[in-house]
Nanobody, 117 residues
Framework: QVQLAESGGGLVQAGGSLRLSCAAS????????MGWSRQAPGKQRELVAS???????NYANSVKGRFTVSLDNAKKTVYLQMNSLKLEDTAVYYC???????????WGQGTQVTVSS
């Protein structure tokens, strides 16, 4: 079983930056991909970015060029560097991990990101 612990959320002004971190523990050898999703009030959860242990990345169109996902593969810690934040980036951000591409089987508790004008 994999446990995920997120950190780094908070309040930031539009145009600012935040860095989220997510550390995995437990059966980390089973992890192949990790990523971030977000859910804004009244909206469905959406994938923001993901990365495999081989370094392949995938981004939502809405964050391309602004967000960067990275992975410390030895520690199974995934990061999300968020730059040029917009009001519409406000959401609860969830870390995820899975054993095969496209499949997330473990989720963190979520961390709130609020972008103010």
């Amino acid at each position: 079983q994999v446990q995920l612990a997120e950190s780094g959320g908070g309040l930031v002004q539009a145009g600012g930056s935040l860095r989220l971190s997510c550390a995995a523990s437990g059966s980390i050898a089973s992890i192949y991909n990790m990523g971030w999703s977000r859910q804004a009030p009244g909206k469905q959860r959406e994938l923001v970015a993901s990365i495999t242990s081989g370094g392949s990345t995938n981004y939502a169109n809405s964050v391309k060029g602004r967000f960067t996902v990275s992975l410390d593969n030895a520690k199974k810690t995934v990061y999300l560097q968020m730059n040029s934040l917009k009001l519409e980036d406000t959401a609860v951000y969830y870390c995820s991990a899975g054993p095969i591409p496209g499949l997330s089987t473990s989720w963190g508790q979520g961390t709130q990101v609020t972008v103010s004008s």
